[in-house]
T-cell receptor, first 110, second 115 residues
């Protein structure tokens, strides 16, 4: 079973700061998802990665398959970025269900 | 176009009763997942459907839980003899292709409260 660890669990930062959230997993995967969940809101898929790097607006996601590690970066953070960010991995073989990290609770203060 | 739709959005039931939760995936999406998120906990995989193949039920917590997907589209998650520990938000997600080829689209979930 894949173990997915996220860090930090909680992060409070000031508006404008550069944010990094990390995700490590224990077993080879076919894809990794970064998800966003606003308080009381639904879950939105931000990125799906199997290699390299993706960028969307102020969000950047990278993955290092050899090191079994991914990072989500937020540039010029804004209070509306406050949410729980969840890393989820899809196994390289076997079960098709996702394994989730426990999430990183991000608060951006104005 | 419409996203993943789940109903009801909220359900309060008495312990011991059966409940049915419904998920309408995005039209054309062959992969459908059920997850749950308990208070203060992370997301937990329950079951996965891919087209007409036999579902991956490895995440179902007990035999009180079952799910079906009719016609490769709408899915129903049934919980029999509900217990208080079943209280959670039940989330459905769909994607257009199996595995790593397509992002997930989540519904807004059904908040189940067992009293």
């Amino acid at each position: 079973k894949n173990e997915v660890e996220q860090s930090p669990q909680n992060l409070t930062a000031q508006e404008g700061e550069f944010i990094t959230i990390n995700c490590s997993y224990s077993v080879g995967i076919s894809a990794l998802h970064w998800l966003q969940q606003h308080p009381g809101g639904g879950i939105v898929s931000l990125f799906m990665l199997s290699s390299g790097k993706k960028k969307h607006g102020r969000l950047i996601a990278t993955i290092n398959i050899q090191e079994k590690h991914s990072s989500l970066h937020i540039t010029a953070s804004h209070p509306r970025d406050s949410a729980v960010y969840i890393c989820a991995v899809l196994a390289g073989g076997g079960a098709d269900g996702l394994t989730f990290g426990k999430g990183t609770h991000l608060i951006i203060q104005p | 176009g419409a996203g993943v739709s789940q109903s009801p959005s909220n359900k309060v039931t008495e312990k011991g009763k059966d409940v049915e939760l419904r998920c309408d995936p995005i039209s054309g999406h062959t992969a459908l997942y059920w997850y749950r998120q308990s208070l203060g906990q992370g997301l937990e995989f329950l079951i996965y459907f891919q087209g007409n193949s036999a579902p991956d039920k490895s995440g179902l917590p007990s035999d009180r839980f079952s799910a079906e997907r009719t016609g490769g589209s709408v899915s129903t998650l049934t919980i029999q003899r509900t217990q208080q520990e079943d209280s959670a938000v039940y989330l459905c997600a769909s994607s257009s292709l199996r595995g790593s080829s397509s992002p997930l689209h989540f519904g807004n979930g059904t908040r189940l409260t067992v009293t």
